[in-house]
């Protein structure tokens, strides 16, 4: 298998080599170049192998000229040996509401999925080579603890990660700063999520200083990320359909990146039985709108209290462009540039018809999710977070649809204790948190400014 561009300007490349290059040196996004093709007898089977096992079968077709079974099985073992659930990511159902856990890593978030595979993927690949990796990232809240905590102390890794000053949960803040690994580099910049996905892009599309200070990427512009959470979408297939290939499922997906939901419409191009991705927003609603007008236009960012979706330029929509105008590079070239200029793009309208067999969106406010907490908790007991409660609550009316539950409650300490009047008991690995010392620099949002930082830093 081999990797292309989004925007066709690269000669194709391998998994590792994908993997290590982050963003594609056209500016483009990173695909692999067919899907491999899932049966119904292979789903049957698949349908009851523990998570472990079925994430080697899932992501083997895509890696194994790369790496061979044996190191997949053992970067899966490692990966997913700390998640404090034996399932890794359980399935909960609460009479018709069926929840997917995906919080039970190191940094209590689904990102942690990814990531710690991304990680020890990295260290791997760095071992074989010889080389060093300085890893930027952007977080709108959880993909940079994730990160972190995937690469804390590794001796050829150094990572800088951007979170905007202010509009992360409190806690989200301290899973960063307060790792003191000399390899780890946090930086709160003085603007949105969105200005520092910017950067990150700008110092990546900077060739001579991505090639002279080896950056990588941990973002899900990475392919590694988007690979790792496949598993999850065919684990929870798994465990409703009893195997039969004709159980189609529909998943809720909140969603700020596009990320987490690209993830499924893999699944689904591999063969996996969906009925439908309900595409759920809060009121930073760039993809909701798309999916209903066929526009995609961004807008002001507005703070709220799921700040993990609080996006307005989702990185990983360039994908889904790429299928959607039947992976012709020059047409999404075209949009994009469109984008660019005028902060928009419309895709044909025939195009939309496409969308809408697939896809269902909505955008929840913020009285609705904490609304949704609170009916959650009183029918069930059940505590959700407010980007789960988001996924539920665009889930209302469909019997058996599953929801993606990307972080633990306790991590919006505030917002539940808005809707419920209390807060939830933190895991272990969120307790002590703000009292523990946090080291972060504060910056302007200027890619210059970064650039120069990262320099000094790596001089030092």
Same mark, same amino acid.
């Given at each position: 298998m081999r990797y292309v561009s989004t925007r066709g300007g690269i000669e194709p490349v391998t998994f590792s080599q994908a993997v290590m290059m982050g963003l594609a040196t056209d500016g483009g996004l990173l695909l692999p170049d067919a899907f491999p093709q899932v049966d119904a007898a292979t789903l049957q089977r698949w349908a009851g192998l523990p998570f472990k096992a079925l994430a080697v079968e899932v992501m083997y077709p895509f890696v194994g000229e790369d790496l061979s079974r044996d190191e997949l099985?053992?970067?899966?073992?490692?990966?997913? %040996?700390?998640?404090?659930?034996?399932?890794?990511?359980?399935?909960?159902?609460?009479?018709?509401?069926?929840?997917?856990?995906?919080?039970?890593?190191?940094?209590?978030?689904?990102? *942690?999925? %990814?990531?710690?595979?991304? &990680?020890?993927? $990295?260290?791997?690949?760095?071992? !074989?080579?010889?080389g060093r990796l300085n890893i930027l990232g952007a977080t709108s809240g959880d993909t940079g603890s994730a990160a972190i905590y995937g690469v804390r102390g590794q001796e050829r890794i150094d990572i800088f990660i951007l979170h905007p000053q202010g509009r992360v949960s409190p806690i989200q803040e301290r899973q960063m700063t307060t790792v003191l690994d000399a390899n780890v580099h946090n930086i709160a910049?003085?603007?949105?999520?969105? *200005?520092?996905?910017?950067?990150?892009?700008?110092? $990546?599309? *900077?060739?001579?200083?991505?090639? %002279?200070?080896?950056?990588?990427?941990?973002?899900?512009? /990475?392919?590694?990320?988007?690979? %790792?959470?496949?598993?999850?979408?065919?684990?929870?297939? &798994?465990?409703?359909?009893?195997? *039969?290939?004709?159980?189609?499922?529909?998943?809720?997906?909140?969603?700020?990146?596009? &990320?987490?939901?690209?993830?499924?419409?893999?699944?689904?191009?591999?063969?996996?039985?969906?009925?439908?991705?309900?595409?759920?927003? /809060? !009121?930073?609603?760039?993809?909701? !709108?798309?999916?209903?007008?066929?526009?995609?236009?961004?807008?002001?960012?507005y703070p709220t209290i799921s700040p993990s979706m609080d996006i307005?330029?989702?990185? /990983?929509?360039? !994908?889904?462009?790429?299928?959607?105008?039947?992976?012709d590079p020059a047409k999404v070239r075209e949009l994009m540039a469109q984008m660019g200029s005028e902060g928009k793009l419309e895709v044909p309208a025939e195009k939309l018809a496409e969308v809408h067999a697939l896809f269902q969106a909505a955008a929840v406010s913020e009285e609705e999710t904490r609304q949704q907490i609170r009916e959650t908790y009183t029918e069930t007991g059940y505590i959700l977070d407010p980007h789960t409660a988001v996924g539920v609550h665009a889930a209302k009316g469909i019997p058996g649809a599953i929801c993606l539950a990307t972080a633990h409650p306790a991590k919006f300490g505030a917002a539940v204790q808005e809707a419920i009047g209390m807060e939830a008991e933190p895991p272990v690995s969120l307790q002590g948190l703000m009292e523990k010392e946090a080291r972060c620099a504060v910056l302007a949002a200027d890619a210059a400014v970064i650039r120069e930082f990262m320099k000094i830093t790596l001089a030092g």
């Open positions: 099985e053992a970067l899966v073992e490692r990966s997913y %040996a700390g998640f404090t659930h034996p399932e890794v990511t359980p399935l909960v159902e609460l009479g018709e509401l069926r929840i997917l856990e995906l919080f039970h890593g190191p940094t209590a978030a689904f990102k *942690d999925v %990814a990531l710690q595979f991304l &990680g020890n993927l $990295f260290e791997l690949l760095l071992e !074989r080579s010889g910049i003085t603007g949105t999520f969105d *200005d520092g996905q910017r950067i990150v892009k700008e110092l $990546f599309n *900077d060739l001579p200083f991505k090639q %002279a200070y080896s950056l990588g990427a941990v973002n899900s512009i /990475n392919w590694a990320r988007i690979l %790792a959470q496949v598993v999850y979408y065919f684990y929870a297939w &798994g465990r409703v359909s009893g195997g *039969d290939a004709a159980h189609k499922v529909t998943f809720s997906v909140p969603t700020g990146n596009f &990320g987490d939901i690209f993830a499924g419409y893999v699944a689904l191009r591999m063969g996996l039985p969906v009925e439908r991705l309900i595409l759920a927003t /809060n !009121r930073n609603d760039i993809l909701s !709108r798309f999916v209903h007008s066929g526009v995609y236009e961004t807008g002001e960012v307005q330029i989702s990185s /990983n929509f360039e !994908r889904y462009l790429y299928y959607l105008m039947d992976q």
